[in-house]
């Protein structure tokens, strides 16, 4: 058969039902093997929002997500959501076309040296030269993808070579000797781990990412239950531990709480569990948790120690180290009322510094308002997507999620534009969930040509525009730490949101009364299809509290 | 434990931090790699990309024809190694590593030196040349080419002994090492 249509047979055997993608010279051969293979194919208006939509997909299933694009600009328009889906370890397989062959190397129209401009940001490539290495790349890709640390792998195929006659022979082993991720985690250093927990007095459970790609939310809830442990997610692991509960101390880092940044500075023990001491959670590095001993259980074994030496390190998966853990420590029947003096502590900060902030004497919508008021109307269920900035964290902060894969957002790369897709592609994978993006108004005009998409699929997806006219988060830095010199951050004349909803074909909204928001964002639920509502908030409203840059977290500011 | 004010098991106070830590010393990492296009390119790449320095490298077959060997060196001054190596590891065709240990190593290094010299010194500098178990490989009536393997310290001396007749170019293949005794590098 042509190799594309072994291609095909792969994405089956793969368990793929769905690809985001957009075809170009370079990949007519796939193309014209979608129109007999079965699998539901969604045209994107951008390579980059079939990216982040097929990223959308793996954050909200667990599944590979998979993108499709042609040579040249189509694979760089990928390189965004690539370096996404590196940053915040997504599982997705980019498959690109490429010029023939004995083009290659020649400048060819749309060549790109898609391999190369890539390299540094996918988990691993294929450049295929041998048509018969095709089905066994795609296969590897997968697994590559999904296994381990889950990252972007890229598979780079010739249009000649993707047109070839090869023999389909299913591939249903794997041979990548230089590849044995450890995920079992060190008995040894498991027992030891337990046993500091169990010496600690004041620990902490710093929770990132990797608890949510590990599918380890029911064990870290057991090790919460275990002894009263303290718990405070990264922005990437919202979810992992519901929220809110009475261990639950709010998300850490540059907007987290003041309770979760004072118990990381006070810690006697920080248990770090699939996340990486991110320059946005450590703040000043030199004074981060100064009287902490860590231990450390990631996958990844470089990130162990790569910014703060661990005492304990453990590399397994998270889901199966803690369920370990979990035993171990409950075979040492340790005395909980050694974490008296210390919840004592963390609830007088709970009580002197909620999260909180002023409410308009009027009816005008203050951005946290409106982040509480759709935590309402979709009854704090739904699968919620952003783009990144003041509203980000705002959703963050006030959208309490009570379980992992609820919250999608671009975390280490800060991809603007990455909201919209992203609800696209959950919505694709989850078609029973509400997904609702919260975007802002700057951002969600980097990926707004993905509405088109979701008219044409019937992609139900409600976009909830934080309209503050401005690039708010860059505004708020400008005021605090530029003298109030604003530079190019006012959004000026937008375009009316409302009536570009309409010319999508999906239904615009516009919302300026908090009165009424709660009973007026569920009508928007409601309404069927694709919805954009333009929701007007208080133009000059900061997110706090923060840890100014390069300050220490007892330094919080607001 | 289990009772209040029964003796810990384990004292925080005495947990050490591991990993993260320069040597001070220089490193040779010899590393099997998968025989693929672009494989030293991920390497170099990541190495600029992480801000780690390479002192020197070389690549070569081994006696497999499907893998290639690289050595290259670097200071461990400048770099946590375990942090290089584990960078290292998550590359895909990168099969195995070894930090080899100096006492347990034989390094060597090929160079080739061009002196501007002509009958007054040539003398002198063969006699030198001759010490270090180097090779005269080409001569002129102006200049004589010289080639000398050894350990980085020797070719290094060897440069400092020949510099001042006249040196034009020297060219230095970086190290290759290979682990003493009966066990595999």
């Known amino acids: ?558 | 434990m289990g009772e209040p004010g029964t003796k810990e098991l384990l004292s925080l106070e005495e947990l050490e931090a591991s990993g993260g830590l320069r040597t001070g010393r220089k490193h040779v990492l010899s590393i099997l790699v998968e025989n693929k296009p672009g494989v030293l390119t991920r390497i170099t790449g990541l190495f600029a990309r992480r801000g780690f320095n390479i002192d020197t490298l070389t690549v070569g077959p081994t006696d497999d024809d499907q893998i290639s060997r690289v050595t290259l060196t670097l200071d461990g001054a400048l770099h946590p190694i375990d942090q290089v190596t584990k960078q290292l590891h998550k590359l895909v065709n990168v099969l195995k590593i070894r930090d080899l240990e100096p006492a347990e190593t034989v390094a060597r290094e090929l160079a080739l030196f061009k002196l501007a010299v002509d009958g007054a010194s040539r003398a002198e500098v063969m006699q030198i040349c001759e010490i270090f178990r180097g090779k005269v490989v080409d001569v002129s009536r102006r200049s004589i080419i010289l080639e000398v393997t050894g350990t980085t310290d020797k070719i290094e001396a060897f440069e400092r002994m020949v510099r001042p007749f006249g040196l034009v170019e020297m060219m230095r293949t970086g190290e290759i090492a290979i682990s003493r005794g009966r066990g595999e590098t």
Request: hydrophobic share 40%; net charge negative; glycine share 10%.
């Open chain 1, 1 to 558: 058969m042509r190799a594309v249509d072994a291609v095909m047979e792969c994405l089956k055997a793969e368990g793929v039902d769905v690809v985001f993608g957009l075809p170009g010279g370079a990949n007519l051969p796939t193309y014209d093997a979608f129109v007999d293979a079965g699998i539901r194919h969604v045209l994107v208006r951008h390579e980059a929002g079939g990216g982040h939509a097929a990223e959308g997909y793996a954050k909200a299933t667990g599944r590979v997500g998979v993108s499709l694009g042609t040579s040249g600009p189509g694979a760089t328009n990928l390189v965004t959501p690539i370096v996404d889906a590196m940053m915040d370890s997504v599982p997705v397989v980019f498959l690109t076309g490429q010029v023939r062959t004995d083009l290659l190397g020649t400048d060819g129209f749309q060549e790109a040296d898609t391999i190369g401009i890539t390299m540094p940001a996918v988990k691993h490539s294929f450049m295929i030269t041998d048509p018969l290495e095709i089905p066994r790349a795609i296969h590897e890709a997968f697994y590559l993808a999904r296994s381990g640390r889950p990252g972007p792998v890229l598979v780079d195929v010739p249009v000649d070579l993707s047109r070839a006659d090869i023999p389909y022979v299913p591939v249903s082993d794997v041979h990548l000797p230089g590849y044995q991720p450890t995920t079992e985690g060190n008995a040894k250093q498991i027992r030891q781990a337990a046993k500091a927990l169990a010496a600690a007095r004041r620990p902490v459970l710093y929770v990132g990412g990797g608890v949510v790609n590990a599918g380890g939310s029911a064990e870290l809830r057991e090790l919460a239950a275990a002894d009263r442990f303290p718990v405070t997610c990264t922005l990437m692991a919202l979810g992992a531990f519901p929220a809110p509960h009475p261990q639950w101390l709010g998300m850490l880092g540059m907007h987290g709480t003041r309770a979760a940044n004072y118990a990381m500075d006070e810690a006697d023990l920080i248990c770090c569990i699939g996340a990486r001491f991110d320059d946005r959670i450590t703040g000043k590095l030199s004074e981060f948790a100064p009287r902490a001993k860590f231990i450390h259980i990631d996958v990844d074994p470089a990130e162990i120690s790569k910014v703060i030496p661990a005492h304990i390190p453990i590399v397994g998966d998270a889901k199966a180290v803690l369920a370990k853990l979990v035993a171990e420590y409950r075979a040492l029947g340790a005395d909980s009322s050694r974490l008296e003096e210390w919840w004592q502590r963390i609830e007088g900060w709970r009580e002197r510094h909620p999260l909180g902030y002023t409410d308009s004497a009027d009816s005008e919508i203050r951005p946290q308002f409106m982040v509480q008021s759709l935590h309402k109307a979709t009854g704090g269920n739904a699968i919620v997507t952003s783009d990144v900035g003041q509203h980000q964290m705002w959703t963050a902060q006030y959208y309490d999620f009570p379980e992992p894969r609820r919250w999608i957002n671009s975390g280490g790369l800060g991809t603007m534009g990455f909201g919209l897709p992203a609800a696209l592609g959950a919505k694709v994978g989850c078609p029973d969930e509400t997904v609702v993006c919260i975007a802002g108004d700057g951002s969600v005009q980097m990926n707004m040509q993905e509405m088109a998409t979701c008219t044409q699929e019937g992609i139900d997806i409600k976009v909830f525009i934080m309209n503050n006219g401005y690039l708010g988060m860059v505004r708020q830095w400008q005021e605090l730490f530029w003298d109030g010199r604003y530079s190019q951050v006012d959004m000026g004349a937008h375009p009316d949101f409302v009536k570009l909803a309409d010319a999508y074909g999906a239904t615009g909204i516009r919302l300026t009364d908090k009165t009424t928001l709660v009973d007026d964002m569920r009508a928007a639920l409601e309404t069927p299809g694709p919805v954009l509502v333009d929701v007007r908030v208080t133009q000059e409203e900061n997110v706090y509290p923060m840890i100014s840059p390069g300050q220490a977290a007892r330094d919080m500011v607001g």
